[in-house]
């Protein structure tokens, strides 16, 4: 190429990077979010059908902003996108959808291209993306690809969901313990294709493979080319390659690491999980409690209209059968509430007040749970505290309120009633919101799921009866 | 030292080691948490003031860990604990304890002992440790120290909390943009003491020190020495110094970043935010918007009695006034009640149904403006396909519970005027659901603070006026 074909080039890739970073502050706003506008941009570019203006649009994008922009089409729009991304970024965005759009956009996709585009991933997200695959699908990818990659992806594929094995990227880079930092910087020069494309940790094995220490690759920079590496090395955090994912994440978050060696039972080193894997479990597991302490079902998410039905119905239904209960207890002070209807209208507040003071206790709880800050050590000590809070803002709210239905009514013993019965709820909302999500994780369960149920049921039904049965003591 | 010492050094330090193994084993449980024996014996050490006994103890413990063994520890245990750390440990132990039990450890290490422990560490957990010191001790600290670090605290101080200036690392390792890899390599061979601890990038800058490109280290490793820094650098996210660190989450989430460059106003680079630092904040965000629908403010973390009574009665109290309001709602149909008690046993089902139905679709919106899933883009698709999901489970629950109703009382009305008003409780409780945290959010307000009062309250009053005003109409 002649000097001045270089310079025109050059220029016209210039112009081009004006115009992609023009875009670009279109396509997002100040918050990194996408702009309605250039959403709308895309859609009537899907409408037109206009090929090159969305090459441009997409282009503009990080693959996260394109995930993003599929989660905001419908579903039609997104199919008639999917022809319009080349393999590279469908190999791109494909780790960042979303389940359910992944599931649907998956099925747009030639085997032969989503073959081409799965052997472009890292092997987590690769099995990721297989695994999502319907069966007749997944076996006509799998023999579109190489045979080591098939191997690969199958091997990952052998471990369960949700575990270090499934979290793990089969590539790392290990070094025998008698090699200096030189010999070890100048065989990754030599074999530069062999490795990750981003790393941040060597490990040190021994000759059965085995990791005995981690050099960050920041200290192997500033090291002098003969030391040895097992004198620079640090102590590693083994993780085993069936340990459940949100203990993985525990243990990042815990100890700080950038990345972990995956250990197989007998300790030989099989992969490795960098922390940015870590970071997306944290999240979905942080979005589990919120969803499961509301009572939504994993499956909530980016659901259709039947979808939503199921992750929600099944919760409402035991919801009705925990209702039923507690007003089976009003209807057995049927009698009391036809004497004195204004029972009716306070009752509500007791059994109200009570769950909300449960649910409070429950999600601090559960919160320490999760960050293990509560266990068996403290478990006594927690639970007294809060039943003393309880009785406390129970003092509190009962002095209150007892003084506005004093005014309003002028009937002490109605006072007494209400005010005795709301402290007795509150101190048991305390005690079940704290109690039962410390039961549920002795019994191996999650704490999160199922008891707001348990406990806005022991509140209501403990609001209901204190409150209808002093009534009908004191008052008739 | 001669040959025979130096085996017994060797000797002596492997025997430690094994003892220390043995010590770790004990320590921690499979899941990584602290065992409660362990705890027992730390507390044993300490009554009877066993010095060496601790040491040991805590010798086998990660700073990680001593921290959480604090947070297990009575208030007068971790006093008596402090004097027993040095300097270095403590620097380790501080920036890892939570901020109340911090406060109070701070308040017994002496002033020289914590001016040196903070010169220990990196500069965000150095203005963090001196942020949370009394304005007397705040003072005596910064005076023991070294002139360039307290200017570098003071610095820090400077940025709002909670903002990327606060979260991110003064140190940080730039290069020129003409530098070759073999240039960057031994320039920071040459100059390791200036170099931080641990680095994943290296910023590449133009002459006015602003960020023009990252070269991860593990590239700069794999590249040829006379390779220019400029060829292999990539883009760069830059974080604005007031960008709030939940925004900084969302981006370190979004584009999978290992750290990324801080820039002041005018673009000039002052420092770099790592993603182990960002672990710890969306584990911090995730929790907030637990306790937030919860209805717990952000002080309910480790405190004291008085500090949870704090941090749970104002929003009791909300609800106190909002369950007021729905209470007089059924105070206005007590004449009905007085004729047909058993409305008061089945008006707290309806409002208890769509009181669940609500929270579950506020979790989800508030999920999902979290993660930006959703935004002005979809909001109206989203709140209509809620109020769809609504009115379907509102039938399937009608349905149901309507058949129970009319088998029980054999009553049409009363089951039609139930019916009737479960579904236009599910409706509206969908629609609040949704629209509350969107106006919330639209507000520039966290839409998890509050929402679920609202949300509580408008089905509430929904359920009491919807069924006793149809029985009303209907049955009387």
Chains 1, 2 share one sequence.
Do not use: C
């Not at 005995?212 to 200290?219: L, M, N």
Request: hydrophobic share 50%.
């Amino acid at each position: 190429m002649s000097r001045e074909t270089d310079d025109l080039a050059e220029l016209k890739d210039s112009a081009l990077l004006d115009t992609d970073e023009d875009l670009e502050d279109l396509a997002l706003g100040e918050d990194y979010a996408l702009n309605p506008e250039f959403v709308s941009d895309v859609i009537d570019a899907l409408d037109r059908g206009d090929a090159e203006r969305l090459r441009e649009l997409l282009g503009a994008l990080h693959p996260a902003d394109v995930a993003d922009l599929m989660g905001f089409l419908s579903a039609d729009a997104r199919e008639e996108l999917v022809p319009h991304l080349d393999p590279e970024t469908l190999a791109e965005i494909l780790s960042e959808l979303d389940t359910e759009i992944r599931e649907e956009v998956l099925e747009h996709v030639p085997s032969a291209t989503l073959a081409k585009a799965i052997g472009e991933m890292e092997s987590d997200d690769a099995a990721d993306v297989v695994d999502d695959l319907e069966a007749d699908k997944r076996a006509q990818v799998l023999a579109a690809m190489p045979e080591v990659e098939r191997a690969t992806i199958e091997a990952s594929l052998a471990y369960k969901d949700e575990t270090a094995g499934r979290l793990m990227q089969r590539e790392v880079v290990a070094a025998p313990q008698f090699w200096t930092v030189g010999q070890a910087i100048d065989h990754f020069r030599r074999e530069v294709d062999d490795l990750p494309e981003l790393f941040f940790d060597i490990y040190v094995v021994d000759p059965s493979y085995k990791p005995v220490g981690a050099v960050p690759v920041s200290q192997l920079l500033r090291s002098k080319r003969d030391v040895p590496l097992a004198q620079i090395m640090e102590q590693v955090t083994e993780i085993p390659v069936d340990m459940d994912q949100e203990e993985v994440a525990y243990i990042f978050d815990k100890y700080h690491l950038i990345s972990a060696p995956v250990v197989e039972p007998g300790g030989r080193l099989v992969g490795q999980i960098t922390v940015d894997d870590i970071v997306g479990v944290i999240q979905e597991e942080g979005e589990e409690d919120i969803l499961a302490l509301a009572g939504v079902s994993d499956a909530g998410r980016d659901a259709d209209v039947l979808g939503m039905v199921r992750s929600r119905l099944p919760w409402l239904l035991l919801n009705t059968v925990t209702a039923a209960i507690a007003a089976s207890v009003i209807g057995a002070f049927e009698g009391e509430i036809e004497k004195l209807a204004i029972l009716a209208a306070l009752m509500p507040v007791v059994a109200s007040l009570g769950g909300n003071a449960g649910t409070q206790t429950l999600a601090v709880a559960v919160r320490a749970l999760a960050s293990r800050e509560l266990s068996a050590i403290n478990a006594i000590r927690t639970v007294s505290r809060e039943m003393v809070v309880g009785l406390a803002n129970g003092a509190a709210l009962a002095a209150l309120t007892g003084g506005v239905i004093y005014a309003l009514f002028g009937d002490l013993r109605l006072t007494l009633a209400f005010g005795a019965a709301l402290m007795i709820n509150m101190f048991v909302a305390a005690l079940a919101g704290a109690a039962i999500p410390l039961a549920l994780d002795r019994m191996g369960r999650d704490p999160a799921v199922s008891s707001v149920v348990f406990v806005t049921f022991v509140t209501d039904f403990t609001g209901f009866f204190a409150f209808l049965g002093l009534a009908a003591l004191i008052l008739l």
